[in-house]
């Protein structure tokens, strides 16, 4: 039995995305012409025809749309920056369909978009080849690290450099013996802790022959708070502990008053995120901060860059967004 050809065959034979096929077949007029005759040649060579489905899915779809996938809308980072994301997206004419992989994993939700979105966003952790075979050949803009797959594109954070100011800055204040508590997000998929690009910038930047310092804890404000309880009993020497993200360093602050370690006079405390919510604990949080709208800014030039090109294989597209330190209390 013949397989049956798919919109995905005909999407690969002409050299652009599922979406740009269902436009050309529709007479969409958001696509050039030239796209559309090769899009109709690869679609005649092949034999396709579309289901009565999905031509009346595509019929309805009067809006473009990105797919925002997140690991989980617990973390205030998350919502934060989708909230920043749909502004961006609603004022160029966006429309924006969220996910979280919190439950099902990143697979899931890629899947579970791919019928509705011309492109994905987000920050991925899986590892390339599932999100290759789960995005259907739908483009992706990865955020925070570099982008390694085909028609996958980036907006990075310089974080290396954010870390190191920030290590500078401590020493500057005095902080002569620096600790770090790690994000164990990745024992959630797998036993084995695997370091996060984070950890290896600070043990790297705070210098050779110095003692290695670091706790790994869970990503939220309890696990925070035990993580900083266990780092400070195993190395009551630290004056200055850098935490994986605010919502762990608000945590650590709690971790603190349970111990009686005053903040900051004995241990400063530097977060990284920039969240708003730093600012309701007491002492205030003092963070790396990320620039959340010229993160979601860049992440909407690469897709309206990928619409312009009709979501073909365009050459990877890489913007690089800086941080910088929010001094409020806790250091």
């Known amino acids: 039995m013949a397989k049956r050809v798919t ?16 436009r050309a077949l529709n007479d969409m007029d958001d696509i050039s012409s030239e796209t559309k005759k090769r899009v109709l040649e690869a679609s005649a060579k092949l034999g396709y025809r579309p289901s009565r489905f999905a031509r009346n899915l595509v019929a309805r779809q009067k809006t473009r749309a990105l797919g925002f996938v997140v690991a989980s809308f617990r973390n205030p980072y998350y919502t934060e920056i989708a909230g920043d994301l749909l502004g961006c997206a609603a ?11 919190e439950s099902e ?7 579970m978009l791919a019928s509705q979105v011309d492109v994905f966003v987000g920050h991925f952790m899986s590892p390339e080849t599932q999100l290759e075979k789960a995005r259907g050949g739908i483009p992706m803009v990865v955020l925070e690290p570099p982008a390694r797959m085909e028609r996958t594109h980036s907006v990075e954070l310089d974080l290396r450099s954010g870390i190191e100011e920030a290590i500078q800055a401590l020493r500057a204040k005095g902080a002569r013996s620096l600790g770090m508590i790690d994000s164990g997000y990745s024992l959630r998929s797998s036993p084995i802790y695997v370091p996060s690009q984070r950890r290896r910038d600070f043990e790297e930047l705070i210098g050779p022959g110095r003692p290695k310092a670091v706790v790994v804890g869970e990503e939220s404000i309890s696990g925070g708070s035990r993580a900083f309880i266990e780092l400070i009993r195993a190395h009551p020497h630290l004056d200055a502990v850098l935490v994986f993200n605010d919502l762990m360093a608000i945590g650590a602050v709690q971790g603190a008053h349970t111990l009686g370690v005053r903040v900051p006079d004995q241990v400063r405390i530097l977060g990284i995120d920039g969240l708003s919510l730093g600012e309701a604990v007491h002492p205030t949080l003092s963070t790396i901060s990320l620039d959340r709208q010229a993160i979601a800014a860049r992440a909407l030039d690469v897709v309206d860059a990928l619409a312009a090109a009709d979501f073909a294989d365009v050459a990877p597209i890489r913007h690089v967004v800086r941080l910088r330190l929010l001094w409020r209390e806790s250091a």
Do not use: Y
């Open 105 to 111: 994993g990143e697979s899931a939700a890629l899947r």
């Open 91 to 101: 004022s160029r004419g966006w429309q924006v369909v969220m996910a979280s992989s």
């Open 7 to 22: 919109i995905h065959d005909v999407a690969a034979l002409a050299g652009v995305s599922r979406q740009t096929v269902s």
